[in-house]
């Protein structure tokens, strides 16, 4: 079993930054690329961020390049998300994902996804 556990949510005022970390436990080597989704109040989940396995490829949403950076350490069973320059509209409950392969494809959809964090709130004021 893989147990992902996100931290370091909370509330900021927009233009502000947060950095968001998600620990892996249990079969971690069961574990290739890394993801952040994020779903806000009366929305569906969104893809924000993804980390390839080897750290060599990463990708992002529109709305977010730019000023959200997502990164691995492997070391420490790690993976964060630097958010920066924050807006009213990031608010949302931000999920921690990842997925036993490694590859370019389909990486925006929730059903690509195996392993699945409880989430941690992030609410930025105007």
């Known amino acids: 079993q893989v147990q992902l556990a996100e931290s370091g949510g909370g509330l900021v005022q927009a233009g502000g930054s947060l950095r968001l970390s998600c620990l892996r436990s249990?079969?971690?080597?069961?574990?290739?690329?890394m993801a952040w989704f994020r779903q806000a109040p009366g929305k569906e989940r969104e893809f924000v961020a993804i980390?390839?396995?080897?750290?060599?490829?990463?990708y992002y949403a529109d709305s977010v390049k730019g000023r959200f950076t997502i990164s691995r350490d492997d070391a420490k069973s790690t993976v964060y998300l630097q958010m920066n320059s924050l807006k009213p509209e990031d608010t949302a409950v931000y999920y921690c994902?990842?997925?036993?392969?490694?590859?370019?494809?389909?990486?925006?959809?929730?059903?690509?996804?195996?392993?699945w964090g409880q989430g941690t709130q992030v609410t930025v004021s105007s």
């Open positions: 249990g079969r971690t080597s069961s574990v290739y690329d």
């Open positions: 980390v390839s396995w080897s750290g060599g490829a990463r």
């Open positions: 994902a990842g997925r036993g392969y490694s590859g370019s494809g389909g990486y925006s959809l929730i059903g690509a996804y195996d392993y």
